[in-house]
């Protein structure tokens, strides 16, 4: 049994004192009444201070990080290493978000590297694939995306592999309000679980957690989580509103 799994991305909104605020009285209304994991990602420099709200407080949830570089430390201006993110007490960290790869030149293979290196350092990847319009409406939406995944999994090991995460976010549907049906969503990520399981095995495949994304919101949630094969949703601008997060949490 697949244990459902909401992360939300806060993407760049929110100084750390607003995080605080926020991670407060997320913690005052929190009620799991799901039972799923539930994972916030602030900003790099609101992380220290969501991590001593939710220690301190004793809310269970999990810190994710946005993003980071593969290398561990090193002449790269502006970048956050894997090291820095474990000191911090962050388990989780997106990896391959498509507004990195439109806006910051992420690839699959600078992906790939991410995600081996997150594993290396015991962090959990949730790692970010996806098809824009373009592709979708040519007919190609599903052999992009697998290819895409596997590329990005080049050389993990089968042994890591529990700890993954996939996304599945149809780039076009991303802050757009519009999103992919349920039935459309649930196809691709049954094309995933399937590739999956040829690339590793049944058991890991019927076990990974694949999340949706895309213009996640109170109004969709509970039908996308009706389906087979997703098993959360990363949720993107709902994931700063406290009563829509909560609505998510609670679908």
Known sequence: MRTPFIAGNWKMNMTHLEGIKFIQELGYEYKNKNNCEVCLCPPFIALRS???????????????????????????????????????????????HSERREYFADTNETVN???????????????????????????????????????????VDAKNIADLTVAYEPIWAIGTGKNATSKDANDMCRAIRIRLAELYSN?????????????????????????????????????????DFIAIINY
């Open 50 to 96: 969501v991590k001593n709200i939710i220690d301190t407080d004793h809310i269970d949830i999990k810190l994710g990080a946005q993003n980071m570089h593969f290398e561990e430390n090193g002449a790269f201006t502006g970048e956050v290493s894997p090291l820095m993110l474990k000191a911090l007490g962050v388990e989780y960290v997106i990896i391959g």
């Open 113 to 155: 590297k991410k995600v081996i290196s997150a594993f290396k350092h015991n962090l959990k990847p949730i790692m970010c694939i996806g098809e824009s319009l373009k592709i979708r409406e040519n007919g190609n939406a599903e052999s992009f995306v697998l290819s895409q995944m596997v590329e990005c999994l080049k050389e």
């Open 203 to 243: 058991s890991f495949a019927e076990q990974a957690r694949i999340q949706y994304g895309g213009s996640v919101k109170p109004s969709n949630i509970t039908e996308l989580m009706s389906m087979s094969d997703i098993d959360g949703a990363l949720v993107g601008g709902a994931s700063i509103k406290l009563e």
